[in-house]
């Protein structure tokens, strides 16, 4: 992806080292969205899809995801972008980590997401409209 010129996600970085990835682009980038009964499209509007984080566990609880989130709201409005989404995971706090790499609810409740749909008792859709959305040539 990168080679052909596609920005796939983000890196985050603690002091000069990667820590944190999340992967997010335009929600047709992801074919496996549309198949999943869980995060497929809700409506025909155009969003961005936040589809997966990854912290290393060393660098953990500290932060790192929401900073990710922040980063890769900024650069879905910095592309254009209307709108994000996202499928976390919505678990009692203190839950096992499993299926953790799409984030925490709360996480997302906090950065001013709301639910737009649920499929699954554990696995709500939010979303984000970002104003003000900039286009950059990617």
């Known amino acids: 992806l990168v080679d052909a010129g596609v920005v796939p ?8 080292r990667a820590v944190g990835w999340v992967s997010l682009g335009p929600r047709e980038d992801y074919a496996k969205l549309a198949r999943s009964p869980v995060m497929k499209p809700v409506d025909a509007k155009s969003v961005w899809s936040i589809v997966c984080f990854f912290v290393d566990a060393k660098a953990r609880h500290r932060g790192g995801a929401e900073a990710l989130l922040k980063g890769a709201t900024a650069w879905a409005r910095e592309c254009g972008a209307k709108l994000v989404e996202a499928y976390p995971c919505d678990k009692p706090e203190g839950g096992v980590d499993d299926f953790m790499w799409f984030g925490a609810k709360r996480m997302f409740d906090r950065a001013g997401f709301v639910e737009v749909a649920r499929r699954s008792p554990t696995r709500p859709v939010m979303r984000r409209s970002l104003r003000g959305a900039n286009r950059r040539s990617a």
């Open 9 to 16: 996600g983000l890196i985050g970085y603690e002091n000069g």
